[in-house]
Every structure is written in C-alpha cells, then in structure tokens.
C-alpha cells in the first residue's frame, strides 16, 4: 500500500485576518466620526474577511486527496495524486505533479505553523514510502 498523507487543515494566515479587523475597527471610528454609511459597509465587508481569515483554510488534506479552498470554505479545486512524491514543497509554494505537467500552489496566505506541518508530514510520507 502507498504512503498516504495525514488528514491536515492548512488555515489561513491570522495576520491577515488580524489586519483586515484592524481596518474595520478604522472604518467604525471613521463612521462614528463622520456618520457616513460608507464606512459602516466597508467595516462590515472588512470585519468578514477577517473573521473568514481567522477561520478559514487554504488546504484541506485528505490522503490523496488535496483541496485547494477559498477564505469562505469553498472548494476552488480539487487535486488527487498517486504518492507524497508528486507534491514539493520550495519555501511557500507547493508544487503537485499532475500527469506530465505541475501545479503550483502559493501558501502566502497559509499559516506559517501549519504550512511547516504540511511540509513535514510530505517528508515523513515520503520517507514512508521509500
């Protein structure tokens, strides 16, 4: 039997979720200042993002099965792969060998703790199946 990669939640990173909540607690004081509901609405919009940031995933491994999701929790695409030897992992980019051709992955957006994990459990995966 192949190597298979652990079930693994690769989050969004909560930097960018913090700093999409700091531009809505700007755009609250700037509504509480001016009474523009323009304001009100982009605090609303950037209070979202932030909290979808916070909780939301960028990966969602499941054995061969890799899915690449967006901040709300759906699913962009969908990836199968026959061994931990199609994926690589270059600093925050992961590369999925698909057939001939390769895929890439940027993980800017990726929580540094669990886009190290992800890099781990390919190694450990690979050592598996070697």
């Known amino acids: 039997m192949a190597a298979r990669l ?9 930097v960018w979720g913090g700093g999409f909540l ?9 509504y509480s ?10 605090a609303a919009v950037m209070g979202l993002v932030g909290v979808s940031h916070l909780l939301g995933s960028l990966l969602v491994i499941h054995g061969e099965t890799i899915e ?11 990836f199968t792969i026959e061994s931990p030897n199609d994926l690589v992992i270059e600093g925050r980019k992961l590369w999925i060998r698909i057939g001939d051709g390769k895929k890439k992955i940027s993980g800017l957006m990726a929580n540094g703790a669990h886009w190290k994990k992800l890099a781990e459990a390919i190694a450990a995966a690979k050592q598996d199946a070697a």
Do not use: H, Y
Request: proline letters at 8%; glycine letters at 10%.
């Open 68 to 78: 690449l999701k967006n901040p709300l929790g759906m699913t962009l695409k969908t």
């Open 22 to 30: 700091a531009i809505a607690v700007v755009d609250l004081w700037l």
């Open 6 to 14: 652990p079930e693994l939640r690769v989050g969004l990173s909560p």
């Open 33 to 42: 200042t001016t009474g523009q509901s323009l304001q009100l609405g982009l």
